[in-house]
T-cell receptor
Framework: RKEVEQDPGPFNVPEGATVAFNCTYS??????FFWYRQDCRKEPKLLMS???SGNEDGRFTAQLNRASQYISLLIRDSKLSDSATYLC?????????FGAGTRLTVKP | SAVISQKPSRDICQRGTSLTIQCQVD?????MFWYRQQPGQSLTLIAT?????????ESGFVIDKFPISRPNLTFSTLTVSNMSPEDSSIYLC????????????FGQGTRLTVV
């Protein structure tokens, strides 16, 4: 079993749609959680951290369920510029583990 | 935050040769990682670069193939040895600090093609 699992997609949605990505992790001792965005031929960049209480940044909402070892990302009113691969990332004491990424394409 | 300079940005190499990739950080960070990303795939952790001691390798990666150095807190190298076409990939340096909830920062990556 992979340490971090994501639905690889692809997700193809129209502009304005709401889309949700899910992620599960296997190490219950994991300490920090993030969503990263990776554009084609670019390095991953932080989209947002994920806190236990859930957090929102504009159109993006991230949630964490430690009991279920589950992380989610919700994108509302999707834009063409949201097209990218979204990576779920879990940090332990000494490592960072990446999910396989979920590819999103937002179409006009 | 941390600014990372990774060199070279790309290279085309002959099979059987070796390439050393450098990662320089503008501030002292405590954890440095090397990842590989093959076309269409996510990032796979190769190893954690430890200052002044041998790197910690993930399953499937060995020191003879991917020797790593980290002489100080701001610099590390990854060597891809005795390359074959299967080593063609993007290699990424990443750094984090010990502070929890601090994200990872990435170098721009090295795009390696082995012919």
């Amino acid at each position: 079993r992979k340490e971090v699992e994501q639905d690889p997609g692809p997700f193809n949605v129209p502009e304005g749609a709401t889309v949700a990505f899910n992620c599960t992790y296997s190490n219950s001792a994991s300490q920090s959680f993030f969503w990263y965005r990776q554009d084609c031929r670019k390095e991953p960049k932080l989209l947002m951290s994920v806190y236990s209480s859930g957090n929102e940044d504009g159109r993006f909402t991230a949630q964490l369920n430690r009991a279920s070892q589950y992380i989610s990302l919700l994108i509302r009113d999707s834009k063409l510029s949201d097209s990218a691969t979204y990576l779920c990332v879990v940090r332990g004491n000494n490592d960072m583990r990446f999910g396989a990424g979920t590819r999103l394409t937002v179409k006009p | 935050s941390a600014v990372i300079s990774q060199k070279p940005s790309r290279d085309i190499c002959q099979r059987g040769t070796s390439l050393t990739i450098q990662c320089q950080v503008d501030s002292q960070v405590t954890m440095m990682f090397w990842y590989r990303q093959q076309p269409g795939q996510s990032l796979t952790l190769i190893a954690t670069a430890n200052q002044g001691s041998e790197a910690t390798y993930e399953s499937g990666f060995v020191i003879d193939k991917f020797p790593i150095s980290r002489p100080n807190l701001t610099f590390s190298t990854l060597t891809v040895s005795n390359m074959s076409p299967e080593d063609s990939s993007i290699y990424l340096c990443s750094v984090v600090t010990y502070t929890l909830n601090t994200e990872a920062f990435f170098g721009q990556g090295t795009r390696l093609t082995v012919v």
